[in-house]
Every structure is written in C-alpha cells, then in structure tokens.
C-alpha cells in the first residue's frame, strides 16, 4: 500500500498517501452501514473515485479503523463523535490528511503546479515584490499559495480574501521546513505558524491554530 509517511506533530498526526491504485484496488474498504458508500455512488470520474477511495484508506491507516466523513454545509470536512479536527487536500498524485485536538489545515500541490497566471489574485504587492526577490520564484509562489490555502481550511471564517486577509510574514523568515503567516479576520489578527515539506514532487503545508 502506498502510505508514503506518518508525521506525529503536538496534538495530532500527518498522513501522506501516494495515489497509483485503481477504484477496484478497494474493494470491501467501505462498510455495508458506511454513509460513505452512498457519497461514493454519486461520484463518476474514476480520478475522483480514487481520491474518495484513498483518503478513506489513509483515514483508517491514521485512526485504526473505518471512519466516515461527514461535511459542514461550506464543504469543510468533520468526524462525528470525535474530538479530532480534520483537513484533507489532494494533489494529481498525493492525499494529505491532518487529525488534531485544535482546528488544523493542510494543502498540497505538485511542485509543477503553475500558479503564476493567477498570482496577482492572491498575493499582496509586498509578497509579491518580496516573491520578486526570491532565488526560486516559482517555489515560492507555489509555497505562499499551499501556505494561504492552508491558513484558509484552518479559519471558520467563510469569504477571506487570500490577498487582503492572509499574509506571509517574510520579516518573520522563511526558514527550510517553516514560515509564518497573519490571518486578519473579524478586525482581529493571529499569527499561525506553518510548517511545509517537499515529498515526491509534491508540497505540502499545514498549521494548526
């Protein structure tokens, strides 16, 4: 099975899980009672049948058993009876997943992702001049997207504004492994500190609030 890797972090866990199966490659992965076989039914493009598939078999590698995924009405992804928050993102190759005791967020991207059409959308003039700056352009165009998108699936805040509300604080440093990022919502700040890893061709971030 591809679980790429395990990452035990304060309060929780990060699973990695490298896509090669087929939908058939699951076969019984879903309980007869599961809520999950119903959701899997009204899915059609194989792709995203593999996606639903290989989350739910990272899931149950994390927890130790089968367990369904319920969504809020804004799409974000919760466990009944559970005192676990949970992420999920998916690349064209890779699921990443977050379980932790506070409200948590993760993204990843394959590193040839090109983000660069639709960069003046979410970043601010300073990120971008300081992007300008930057020895990989690219890399961190890339990094400051995954480390938004991140910050974003932590918040409850419906609408932010990836270039007005969240901001990479550069002055703060950019080291290997991670950045600091301000999230300004309801005439409040908080600072999250993110962590990120690069993994067969993929990065990934995430933070915990």
């Given amino acids: 099975m591809p679980l790429l890797k395990k990452i035990t972090i304060k309060g929780g866990i990060i ?16 309980p007869g009672k599961s809520a999950d076989l119903i959701t899997f039914a009204t899915i059609k ?17 994390l927890t130790g058993a089968y367990t369904t995924v319920f969504y809020h009405s ?6 009944k009876n559970s005192s676990k928050h949970i992420s999920i993102s998916h690349s064209k190759n890779m ?39 930057s020895t990989d352009q690219h890399f961190n165009t890339l990094l400051y ?8 699936k932590l918040s409850s805040s419906q609408g932010i ?8 604080c550069s002055e ?15 005439n409040k700040k908080q600072t999250i500190l993110l962590n990120y890893t690069v993994t067969e061709n993929n990065v990934i971030v995430w933070g915990v609030e």
């Avoid at 699973?15 to 879903?30: A, C, M, R, V």
């Avoid at 804004?74 to 466990?79: A, M, Q, S, V």
């Avoid at 997207?145 to 974003?152: L, M, P, Q, R, T």
């Avoid at 703060?172 to 309801?186: C, M, P, W, Y």
Wanted: aromatic share 8%; net charge negative.
């Fill in 15 to 30: 699973g990695l899980w490298k896509i090669t199966e087929l939908p058939s490659d699951f076969q019984n992965l879903i």
């Fill in 45 to 61: 493009p194989p792709h995203r049948q593999v996606e639903f598939l290989c989350t739910r078999a990272l899931l149950k590698e």
């Fill in 74 to 79: 804004d799409g974000r992804p919760y466990l």
């Fill in 95 to 133: 699921v990443a997943l977050i379980l932790n005791d506070n409200p948590a967020g993760i993204d990843v991207e394959t590193t040839d992702r090109k983000v660069e059409k639709v960069a003046h959308k979410f970043l601010s003039e300073n990120e971008s001049a300081d992007i300008l700056k």
């Fill in 145 to 152: 997207w995954c480390a938004k998108e991140a910050v974003f």
């Fill in 161 to 168: 504004d990836f270039r007005k509300q969240i901001f990479i």
């Fill in 172 to 186: 703060k440093g950019i080291n290997e492994g991670s950045l600091t990022a301000e999230l300004a919502v309801h």
